[in-house]
């Protein structure tokens, strides 16, 4: 392997290095080899790791080879993201030289570790520990890495009620993005803080001094919110509010008409203020500062204000039981309470911090690094108040995909208990830290039941206190490429899942088989996996959820060698059951059964010597429901569906709930989630439909003709013209 290659096609971070630092590849051309690594040295040394990155990259078209180049490419990789890059080198290094740096089998474990491969990170930093001469500090460190690996295999995917996306690149940029806080009244807003190029501060370093060459972006506090079902570009708050120091938004009043945000000239020191929103003419020339018993100056912070009267926060103030403790303050007649720590069953040696109080008024979540129960760096902890014994329970770890190898932070739960939004560094990440959603597939009860009074910190005060491996191997069973087999007619039988961890239960396994079968022995075959559910949860997450089932069948299908651009997954929801959910009032779980599956269809199959058809479910006529047969009939040839959307995150807008026969596709190659509305027989009727959303000020959307379940093009139309005479109305709009 030419290690002077490894790399190059990560082209962005030259762009981005030329916006941030203004020079150019010609100016480069014209340094010496040697100053160019002085640079890439200097860059590295200052954890400058993009940056550096790319003059390594740079410096290698001169010289390739050096093992110590080598080494820092990969670590720079590691720290950018790129976490495939990164193994490449490491891996080039233990195969070609001899000598090499204990670091080597350090990165390899983090890189596993990223991946949560825990066991191959375990088994890498053990390598390190024996070769490493170390200060009794970096043993520590590793063993902690090692401890959370042992977690982590523990835990395995324990939190299958969730799926977890990245906000996208509209909300997040290059930087970090954290803190999000849901707006009090606006469900669909998001307030958050983000380093970014562009925010008034500029490039500063740690004591808050401009630094142009080395320096991180100082904080502003932004917001998003959805536009057409989808996140739309962040908005800057005000230059009243935002200034050239780091500003964070630290949450709001009960009715949102208070802000409470922080002010400093690093993120670890400064004051805390608040706003009331007032026009500019009403405001006064400074905002007022919020006086409690935080004291930023001395780094408290990430607080949680719960009813404008108990204050949660995290501090390093003596007294405290190692690292960042959680405290709590009440407000009362004459001021704020002393502060004083929620207890050795919370908080620990390690750092607790980033706490939101959900709105039963017993239920905590926050944040911690204690490797005897986290996975990564902070994971996201829950624990509920027992007012029986006036304790908290032991703190549970809300489990992979919340958590992940990194750090995850700042989480709170929607007011319907149906999200929960993030920041975290996992390396799936835009830039540093993002912002993320976690969708839960039931409403969470903590929310369900609010509480306007707390009382459990009163009590306090009287009180004066899947195993991975296994889930591995079936993901990577080996299929069998004998293509010569004879094929008789198929029948592709339907993936039935009680929970999501049965999708690639052996039964399930042996019909994906049968399908790649089919799809390695005919190239022109292409697939569709159409997930249903039954009618638990709102529209839209029945939708989303579908697909991402769709998408773990699918994903067993790409594992065993068939391309990404032949797979297209549908999420139907709870749309077309075949059975009835409900019998005479009562819960029909066979009909339940019978509508939790994952159909398997072939398209282009027509000029095949055999005939491959889809299991159609055999229901009892007394729970039959006739939605199933009506979709099943209706796509078994030409029909028409009005796209609303093409995002890559789940639609957030009503018109899911507005309108008939909603669905989201996506074809794997391909980053985007179609939402289509409606489903008809003949142009005429899905143009009525397009016609009224236009009406009603939807724009953006058009009408896509579908071909036995798939999606066609104008100029795929018509070839079926002959056969489908009504494409020719859809042909002629078009034209």
């Known amino acids: 392997m030419d290690v002077s290659e490894i790399g190059h096609k990560m082209m962005y971070f030259s762009i981005f290095f030329f916006l941030l630092i203004g020079i150019s590849t010609d100016s480069l051309a014209q340094n010496s080899s040697k100053k160019i690594k002085a640079e890439a040295d200097l860059f590295f040394e200052k954890q400058k790791y993009r940056q550096a990155l790319f003059y390594y990259l740079e410096y290698q078209k001169y010289k390739s080879g050096d093992k110590n180049i080598i080494l820092n490419t990969a670590i720079c990789s590691f720290y950018a993201n790129e976490i495939s890059e990164a193994q490449k080198y490491l891996n080039f290094l233990i ?12 990165y390899l474990g983090k890189c596993a570790h990223a991946q949560l491969n825990f066991k191959e990170a375990v088994k890498q930093y053990k390598f390190y520990l024996a070769k490493a001469k170390l200060e009794v500090s970096d043993r520590r460190t590793v063993r902690d890495a090692i401890r959370r690996c042992g977690v982590g295999l523990r835990l395995g995917n324990t939190n299958t009620s969730a799926f977890v996306e990245n906000m996208g690149d509209k909300v997040n940029a290059v930087n970090d993005d954290f803190a999000p806080h849901i707006s009090p009244n606006y469900e669909d807003k998001i307030y958050f803080s983000s380093e970014r190029i562009g925010n008034l501060g500029g490039l500063r370093d740690d004591a808050g001094l401009r630094d142009a060459k080395f320096g991180s972006y100082a904080s502003d506090m932004f917001y998003t919110k959805i536009v057409n079902g989808a996140w739309a570009a962040t908005t800057p708050l005000s230059t009243l509010l935002n200034t050239p120091r780091h500003d964070v938004i630290l949450g709001f009043n009960e009715t949102g008409s208070v802000l409470y945000f922080f002010k400093g000239f690093n993120t670890y020191s400064g004051e805390i203020f608040i706003d009331t929103f007032k026009n500019a003419e009403e405001r006064s020339l400074f905002p007022g500062q919020f006086e409690s018993e935080m004291n930023a100056a001395l780094g408290d912070g990430r607080p949680a204000f719960v009813n404008d009267s108990i204050l949660i926060f995290d501090s390093r103030r003596k007294g405290g039981y190692g690292g960042s403790d959680l405290y709590y303050s009440i407000k009362q007649a004459d001021g704020w309470t002393a502060a004083k720590n929620l207890g050795s069953v919370v908080n620990s040696a390690y750092d607790e911090t980033t706490p939101f109080l959900a709105a039963d008024g017993f239920t905590l979540y926050f944040s911690s690094n204690n490797s ?32 992940s190898s990194a750090d995850d932070l700042h ?181 339940r059964q019978l509508n939790r599956r994952i159909d398997l269809l072939v398209t282009n199959s027509e000029e095949l010597p055999i005939k491959i058809s889809s299991e159609i479910p055999q229901v009892s006529r007394f729970i039959v429901d006739k939605k199933g047969e009506y979709y099943r009939t209706t796509t078994n040839g030409l029909s028409y569906k009005i796209q609303i959307a093409a995002i890559q995150q789940m639609y957030n807008g009503g018109l899911i ?79």
């Open 657 to 735: 709930n507005e309108y008939p026969d909603g669905m989201v596709e996506r074809n794997l190659s391909s980053p985007f989630y179609q939402y289509t509305l409606g489903l008809y027989r003949t142009y005429s009727s899905a143009d009525q439909l397009q016609k009224e959303l236009n009406r009603n000020g939807y724009m953006d959307t058009f009408i896509v003709p579908y071909i036995g379940g798939k999606r066609v093009s104008v100029d795929e139309s018509r070839i079926y013209t002959a056969i489908y005479p009504d494409l020719i109305n859809f042909i002629q709009e078009k034209e």
């Open 411 to 591: 989480f709170s739960l929607s007011k319907d208990g149906l999200k929960a939004y993030l920041s975290s560094d996992r390396k799936e990440s835009i830039g540093g830290s993002d912002l993320y959603i976690a969708y839960f597939k039931e409403a969470q009860d903590v929310q369900q039941k609010p509480s306007t009074h707390p009382h459990f910190f009163t009590d306090l005060d009287q009180k004066a206190i899947n195993i991975p491996s296994k889930q591995d191997d079936i993901w990577t069973e080996e299929v069998s490429n004998n293509n010569d087999e004879p094929l008789k007619d198929v029948t592709l039988s339907a993936l039935y899942y009680k929970e999501d961890s049965d999708i690639l239960a052996q039964k399930n396994i042996d019909k994906l088989n049968e399908l790649i079968r089919l799809l390695q022995k005919y190239p022109s075959l292409n697939a569709i996996l159409a997930s249903n559910s039954d009618d638990t949860g709102p529209t839209q997450f029945n939708l989303f959820f579908s697909i991402k089932r769709a998408e773990i069948a699918a994903g067993y299908l790409i594992n065993n060698g068939i391309s990404a651009n032949r797979i297209t997954v549908k999420g139907l929801g709870n749309n077309y059951p075949v059975a009835q959910n409900i019998v005479d009032g009562a819960d029909n779980q066979m009909g």
């Open 95 to 106: 195969e070609n030289e001899k000598g090499i740096s204990p670091k080597t089998y350090l």
């Open 372 to 403: 005897r129960s986290s996975i990564g760096g902070m994971d996201i902890f829950q624990t509920t108040y027992n007012k029986e014994i006036n304790q908290w329970t032991k703190p549970k770890n809300l489990g992979i995909p919340i958590n």
